[in-house]
Each structure stands twice: as structure tokens, then as C-alpha cells.
């Protein structure tokens, strides 16, 4: 079947919509025109390299069917591209099921898909409409101009790798320039490009000549000489204040002082832990721990000399505490808890 009579048949049951009056008829119609879609993909060969046709599978190299013919379980895929699908499928199934937990929508009830036993038949309710732009994408359709005027190796596809230009102003609204892969640099420079957010044809300024309706480019070392002097806030400058657009290229390690020690466990996972079942907001779980040795660690920081004569301890008997040799009094604990609240008081 040529890709002419399989789109007047996905054509002719689309008018057949109009027409229908039941669910089932839907569904036929629904089932018939992905039936077409399916197997007008078969043999489709994907895009491998020639050295790697020669290693791989030989039914990897084009696409194959959605169902073996012997059973109807599109998931057990047996070539990459179905396995992608089915990978990309199991992610938007995942995201709309949470979305349906966020709002408090059961996903067992279904309208169109059959409400089996371990079905969240909901759920592939509302993957319908997705799957469009889970296959296609908003952003693919932006670019029907310019690959309805190339051949199949010189469009850009929504798999597959791209080649993007830095632009030297980066901005919001700047634009993204986008072309097919290309090895060769020559070549490269010779592609039309396309800006990402629109899909209109952009002209690029290599010369950096400021040529009108140009995009300028930003080098390699251009980019590298601006990365190692960009402002960051993990950075400081020379009096160890955070870093600003006045310290630039003056960047050194910020220090940083611990204040207080918090233990905790991984994100609980809602849906897979209580099913959301509690009201308990989602945060890190943060577990009970002593606050004398939080108070010991904290202190064991500071200047030893400064910290026996607050304490009233000898330099001996302090290491000893530190080390977990010996535990102090309940007197001298509650000196350290205090001076250990003092000193994080104090603190700018």
C-alpha cells in the first residue's frame, strides 16, 4: 500500500466521524485509520550508519510491525524504534497518571478504553489526544517549511541528532539556529539553518561583518574565554563576597561554614509508597539525631584553645569528647549545647 491510498483511507475514516453514532463505530473507525498508519511504517528503514548496519540485527534496520501477528502485545517490541515508542509511551503514561492524582481524578474510569481488571483505563483516555505530539510534536510542525523543500537525508527529524550555532547575543528572544547533522565543517556552514522557536530560515554572520537580517556567531573561544569569566554565585571575589558583574575575572572558592547538621532520607515517592493516601506534604524525610553530637561536631570546628576555656575542659579531656572516648557530664553537656547555640547566634 503506496502513502497515497493510505492517506484517503485515514481521510476517508476521519469524514466517517461525522457520520457515527455509537461508541463501537468509533472505535472502529479509530482502530482502522492507526491500522493504516502502522503498516504504512513497516520496512521504513532507520537511519543507521553503514558501519553500523553491518553489526546489528538484520530486522533492526527497518521498522517492524506493532504486533508479531500471533499475539496482539505491542509492548514486547523487537526492533529500536518500536522500543523508543513503547519507552516514550510508558513516560506519558506515567506524567498523565500523576497529573490525574494531583486534581483527584480516579484513573479506573473510563469512557472509551474497556475498563479491565489492573486497567486505568482513564488514563489511556487521556493519552489519546497526546499521542499527536508525542509522535510529532508542536515544535516539528514548525519546520514543514523548510523540510517540505528538502529531501529525506537533508531534513530535520524529530529523531536523530541536530546541529545548533551559539549565537554571540543570547537573549529570550533570540533566536535558536537549528540545521540537520553534519559532519564535514565546510558543509556545515553551507546548510540553511532555522530558528527552533519559529522555523524560519536564518542567516548566519561568520565573519562577524554585523551584516543586516543576520544572526551573529559566538566561536568556540569566544565562548570558553566568556564561560571562565562569567559571574557565579557559588564564586566570591577577592574580599570572599559573593562574585557580581564588577568581580569579573576575579572568581575564587566561596568558603562555606556549616551552622547545623540535618540527617535525612530520600524524596518519598508517593504514588509508589502510599498511593497519596496522606495529607503529609512531600518533602525530605528528616530523621531524629542527637543533639549533643550535632553540638560536638559543630564546635569541633572552632579554634581548640577558645573552646576548653569556654568550657572549662582541658585540651585533653575535649580531643577525648570529640573522639567519642568518653561522654561528658550532664553538666558539661549542657555547656556545650549552650555554647554551641551561642556561637551559632553569633555568627554573620
Known amino acids: 500500500m503506496g502513502k497515497s491510498t493510505a492517506t484517503a483511507q485515514i481521510h476517508a ?22 491500522q493504516v498508519y502502522w503498516d504504512l511504517l513497516v520496512e521504513t528503514p532507520l537511519p543507521w550508519r553503514p558501519r553500523a548496519l553491518k553489526r546489528i540485527p538484520a530486522h533492526w534496520a527497518a521498522i517492524s510491525p506493532r504486533t508479531d501477528g500471533k499475539r496482539e502485545r505491542v509492548r514486547d517490541a523487537t526492533d529500536p524504534w518500536n522500543a523508543i515508542l513503547n519507552y516514550c509511551y510508558t513516560l506519558l503514561e506515567v506524567e498523565t497518571r500523576v497529573a490525574c492524582e494531583a486534581v483527584g481524578l480516579d484513573p479506573d474510569l473510563g469512557l472509551i478504553h474497556v475498563d479491565d481488571r489492573l486497567r ?32 529525506y537525508d537533508h531534513r530535520i527529524k524529530p529523531y536523530g541528532f541536530v546541529q545548533s550555532i551559539t549565537p554571540a547575543v543570547i537573549g529570550s528572544n533570540e533566536p535558536l539556529p537549528i540545521a540537520p547533522f553534519e559532519r564535514d565543517l565546510a558543509k556545515s556552514k553551507r546548510l540553511q539553518l532555522v530558528d527552533y522557536h519559529t522555523g524560519d530560515p536564518i542567516r548566519l554572520d561568520w565573519s562577524g561583518s554585523s551584516m543586516a537580517h543576520t544572526v551573529p556567531v559566538m566561536r568556540l573561544s569566544e565562548y570558553v574565554q566568556e564561560y571562565g569569566r562569567h559571574p557565579e554565585a557559588k564564586a566570591a571575589d577577592w574580599k570572599s563576597n559573593p562574585a557580581g558583574p564588577d568581580t569579573i575575572g576575579l572568581l575564587h572558592r566561596l568558603p562555606l561554614q556549616s551552622k547545623r547538621l540535618i540527617r535525612i532520607g530520600k524524596e518519598v515517592d508517593r504514588l509508589g509508597g502510599d498511593e497519596g493516601a ?3 506534604p512531600d518533602r525530605p524525610v528528616e530523621y531524629e539525631c542527637d543533639e549533643l553530637a550535632e553540638s560536638i561536631d559543630y564546635l569541633a570546628q572552632f579554634p581548640q584553645a577558645a573552646t576548653v576555656r569556654d568550657l572549662a575542659l582541658t585540651e585533653r579531656g575535649w580531643r577525648k569528647i570529640i573522639k567519642g572516648v568518653v561522654e561528658p557530664l550532664a553538666t558539661t553537656a549542657e555547656r556545650i549545647q549552650e555554647l554551641a547555640e551561642q556561637r551559632r547566634i553569633e555568627e554573620p
Open 13 to 34: 475514516c476521519k469524514t466517517g466521524l461525522t457520520e457515527t453514532t455509537t461508541l463501537v463505530d468509533f472505535l472502529a473507525l479509530e482502530g482502522r485509520a492507526a
Open 120 to 151: 486505568e483505563s482513564f488514563i489511556y483516555d487521556l493519552l489519546e489526544p497526546l499521542l499527536a505530539k508525542a509522535m510529532y510534536g508542536r515544535w516539528m510542525s514548525r519546520l514543514d517549511p523548510h523540510n517540505r523543500a528538502k529531501s
Open 278 to 280: 496522606t495529607l503529609e
